[in-house]
């Protein structure tokens, strides 16, 4: 037989697999108790006497055989002293023990038949063990023998040493307790022979027919030459690790050394496969420790090699295990080394890698695909201080859950806002109900209630994505679905997404099939949009989507004491600069307290307490100024935020003034720039301001240069091809100015430049001069009119010139229009008419006109009037307006008559 047959004989199966198995079972007790009255009937020596009659047996051999023939013993020495009770004292004894015993792979066979009722002859393997030591004694009637004095034992794959070992041939019993050593060796045509195994303790008890060892005591186990992978779940091991090395040699299996400690005993059962180890387990290996209450490994042998693998793993109580940077604590651990899968089991179960910390009611570790899974509900928690992590940690898992949601939404504190979302670097909690899975790929996923919590930041939704990267490791990215909800400081988002690309510094949050608002709030701010962009770097937001925005502050400063709001709608996309300026596209509609405004473009410049301090509208500007209403009660506002308008529309019918515009202003141009604080607006662009009252033909301005209107300075002025239509009256200029009343109703204009008056309708006449000016009285109805320099009036027949000409109005109640009431021209006076061949005209220096004399009163120094030939001077001259009629003051005769020509 050779020396490799030899290695992989019987006992491996037996004490040897015990030892080599020491990873594997712990669930027997040791106990001295079982074995010591066999100590006890077993002679030390007996004392002799000069009586005493002694037989001395040279080159002493004796065979015992067990009742069942299963097994014999064979006992030699150099010399023996035979005793009473046939009893032999031996030196130097050799005894060789020859134990019928049944394989492993044997056995489960027969198992199998047993349970389907068949029946086989049931094969055997016979075990050969040898002991050597300087002396013994043997008890051949109950067939029993003491070793003692540097016992060895040698099995095919083994030896063991101790100071005393006895043995029961009948029972096939190994005994001792005395301090033991057990060796196990492996063999290989390459290497030869080598130690696998030691396993060092107090006390022996070996049954050999059942294959099954207790080495008693506090034991120590040294397993050589296993596997790198045993019990190296790698899930998620690189959390925080180097990764694997890029040099392939450096990749290939290693091998490492396994000591096994613990306080109590270490039970081998082959036919079981299984090794257990009792009270206080330690297992270490070059950078793995792990401890519990008990330990048992489940082995298998390679048949090929001879060689014992570890299988199966099973940790129970207080179980704590360390794997380089990785720290598991829990109640069970369970490990299959062949699927390289591991189970933690505790209330809770804890994971501590690098800088993150995992809690949950279980988890499974699978080290092929780098993945873990956390059951249930859990805790991760990730930060750079985590090395006194453990107290901390126990105590939130014993916190109330039922408050997660209240703490995630209550982050509101008195400090500034300083708006920064998560922070890549800084420490994160994020705890979940419905599981947990970490893979390879450095992603984790959280499942149902899932809430990430960050300083003073919240994060709630249903379900959660954790991209990790980068050495030390970070966060890459997080995304968020449905319901979800983020809170910080004073700022809360909800939305059905939320993606926070943390290298970026970047958040994205959006409804992936469009229904619905994600809204954002924050002091005196609402956003509203299908998607939103917000950069964390510079808090910039953008929405690429339509949407809305709100934007209000209470302050005792807002025009006319009312709650000063400005809510923004736009239909293709809002940028915010996240500091004082925000723009938006589309369709644009802005309202504010007596302000509606439509664009295509408008762009919001706000304080520092988001107050808009300017709007600049662009394209197809349409801007509506009411006169400021009374404010409805705040109920009554919020009702109609919300669109229901019952309440409101009841209080209006109560009080019809309560909410009635007394007059309106529409602004139509392609550019305005608007200082809502100051009421002022401006525009560089031609347009169009109406001013529309109930029941009255409406006023406008229309221009071709720019306009600005002063709401402070109650002032309005336009340039540019002014054309303006007030009470009916027509008025064109280069240049207009309006001043206006506290209600904004029109008191006073001033035109340069051009200026034409004209008045349509069945009395119409037009004005011409280089500048004029209107008063209008408090009900908005033009006064009179002041026209200066070369004034020119032409009305219909008539002609009228002169430096200086005031038109005064009154209002025709029956015709619903201003209508001309009274005249007056200073310097440079000229009246001319026509009819026909015929005309008239006249001179003077003040010319006088009221509608109900009818007559154009011209006074003079002298004042002269020109008829064909005919030309008469007075101090006063009388035509009549509408039928050309000359005539004198009563009384008063022409001072000079003249004919031309003569």
């Given at each position: ?30 106990s ?7 100590f ?10 000069n009586?005493?009659i ?16 299963n097994?014999h ?20 004894p050799k ?5 019928e015993s049944?394989p ?10 047993d ?13 050969e ?9 043997l ?20 030896d063991?040493y ?10 096939q ?19 030869g ?23 008693g ?10 596997s790198e992978?045993?019990?190296a ?6 959390m ?6 890029s ?6 299996e ?11 005993n ?12 009792e ?28 060689n ?10 207080n ?11 829990g109640e069970?651990?369970?490990?299959e080394?062949?699927?390289q ?9 804890r ?8 809690t ?6 699978y080290?092929l695909?780098?993945r ?15 090395s006194?992590?453990?107290e ?6 014993q ?11 209550d982050?509101?504190?008195e ?47 249903d ?20 319901n ?6 004073e ?7 939320l ?17 619905g ?27 690429p ?13 807002a ?13 293709d996309?809002m ?5 004082d300026?925000?723009e938006?596209?589309g ?6 307290p ?17 107050y ?7 394209n197809n ?41 007394v ?24 347009g169009?301001?109406?001013v529309?009252?109930e ?40 240049r207009l100015r309006l001043?206006?009343?506290e ?8 035109a340069e430049g ?9 009395d ?12 209008f ?5 033009l ?6 320099g ?14 200086q ?16 009431n ?9 009246v001319?008419?026509e ?5 008239l ?13 009818g007559?154009?009163v011209?006074?003079?120094s ?21 039928t050309g009629?000359?005539s ?9 008559t ?5």
């Open positions: 037989m050779d020396k490799h047959h030899h290695r992989n004989s019987s006992f491996k199966v037996g004490l040897l697999l015990a030892a080599i198995s020491l990873f594997q079972s712990f669930s027997l007790v040791f001295p108790d079982s074995f010591e009255s066999f006890n009937n077993l002679p030390e020596a007996y004392a002799k006497s009586n005493d002694q037989f001395t047996i040279e080159d002493f051999s004796r065979q015992l055989q067990t009742s069942e023939d097994g013993t064979l006992v030699t020495g150099s010399k023996a002293v035979m005793l009473e009770n046939n009893t032999y004292e031996i030196a130097d005894v060789v023990l020859t134990v049944q492993q792979d044997e056995q489960d066979e027969q198992d199998e038949e349970e389907e009722g068949e029946e086989d002859d049931q094969k055997v393997e016979k075990i063990i040898r002991l050597t030591a300087k002396k013994a004694v008890d051949a009637e109950n067939k029993r023998i003491r070793m003692k004095n540097s016992v060895k034992t040698a099995g095919p794959d083994f063991l101790s100071e005393s070992i006895r043995y029961d041939s009948e029972s019993l190994l005994l001792s307790n005395q301090e033991v050593e057990m060796n196990r060796y492996d063999f290989s045509e390459e290497e022979e080598w130690v696998s195994l030691n396993v060092k303790g107090n006390g022996l008890e070996a049954d050999l027919a059942m294959q099954k060892v207790i080495i005591g506090a034991t120590e186990t040294v397993i050589y030459r296993v992978h045993f019990f779940s790698d899930a998620p091991a690189d925080n690790a180097d990764g694997p090395s040099n392939p040699d450096d990749n290939e290693q091998h490492q050394t396994i000591t096994i400690k613990s306080d109590g270490m039970v081998y059962s082959h036919l079981i496969q299984k090794v257990n180890y009270k206080n387990v330690v297992v270490c290996s070059t950078d793995r420790e792990l401890e519990s209450d008990e330990l048992e490994l489940t082995v298998e042998q390679d048949g090929d090699a001879g014992v693998e570890i299988r199966r793993v099973d940790a129970v109580g179980v704590s295990f360390a794997f380089g940077n990785r720290r598991a604590y069970k651990l369970e490990w080394n062949f699927t899968i591991g189970k933690l089991y505790g209330e809770p179960a994971l501590i890698v690098g800088h993150s910390e995992i949950g009611k279980d988890m499974d570790f080290r695909n780098n873990l899974r956390v059951h249930g509900e859990g805790q991760l928690f990730w930060g750079k201080n985590n006194n992590r453990e901390d940690a126990q105590d939130r898992t916190k109330n859950n039922s408050n997660r949601e209240e703490d995630a939404q982050r509101t504190q400090e500034p806002f300083d708006p920064t979302f998560f922070s890549a670097h800084d420490p994160i909690s994020i705890d979940w109900e419905g599981g947990m899975v970490y893979d390879e790929a450095d992603k984790a996923r959280f499942d149902k209630n899932v809430i990430a919590m960050q300083g003073d930041a919240g994060l709630k939704c379900y959660m994505e954790v991209d990790f990267g980068g050495e030390p490791l970070t966060f890459l990215s997080l995304q968020a679905r449905g979800v909800e983020y809170a910080e400081k700022r809360k988002v909800v939305a059905e997404n993606l926070w690309e943390a290298e970026k510094q970047k958040v994205t949050v959006f409804n992936e099939n469009g229904d608002w994600v809204v954002i709030t924050e002091p005196g701010q609402t956003f509203q949009s299908r998607k939103f962009h917000l950069f964390l770097d510079n808090n910039k937001l953008i929405s989507a339509e949407g809305r925005m709100k934007l209000e502050r209470n302050s005792d400063d025009p006319g004491g009312y709650l000063s709001v400005l809510k923004l709608e736009w239909t996309h940028e915010w600069d996240g500091v300026k925000a938006f596209y369709n644009v509609s802005s309202s504010q007596g302000r509606d405004l439509e664009a295509e473009k408008l762009v919001v410049l706000l304080d520092a307490g988001m808009p301090t300017e709007l600049i509208a662009e500007v349409v801007l509506v100024v009411s006169d400021m209403p009374a404010p409805l009660p705040a109920a009554l506002e919020d009702n109609a935020d919300r669109g229901d308008n019952n309440e409101v529309n009841q209080q209006q019918e109560n009080d019809p003034d309560a909410r009635e515009d007059s309106t202003w529409k602004l139509e141009t392609q550019h305005l720039k608007g200082r809502p604080e100051k009421e002022s607006m401006e525009s560089e662009s031609a169009v301001l109406t529309q009252r029941g009255r033909p409406d006023d406008h301005i229309e221009w071709t240069e720019s306009m600005l209107v002063d709401m402070e300075e109650l002032q309005a002025v336009f340039k540019g091809d002014v054309q303006a239509v007030f009470s009916q009256t027509n008025l064109g200029s280069d001043d206006l009343e209600n904004r109703q029109l008191r006073y204009l001033e051009n200026v034409i008056f004209m008045s349509p309708g069945e119409s006449w037009k004005l011409s001069s280089e500048r004029a000016s209107a008063v009285s408090s009900s908005g109805q006064d009179h009119v002041i026209a200066r070369d004034v020119e009036v032409i009305d219909g027949k008539r002609r009228l010139q002169s430096q000409l005031t038109l005064f109005f009154l209002y025709d109640q029956d015709r619903q229009r201003n209508r001309l009274k005249a007056t021209a200073r310097e440079d006076v000229s001319q008419y009819e026909g061949d015929q005309s005209q006249a001179r003077g220096e003040r010319l006088e006109w009221e509608r109900a004399v007559k154009y011209i006074e003079g002298p004042a002269v009037l020109s008829r064909g030939d005919i030309e008469m001077a007075g101090n006063n001259i009388l035509i009549d307006r509408k009629e000359v004198l003051p009563e009384g008063a005769s022409p001072a000079e003249r004919f031309k020509g003569r």
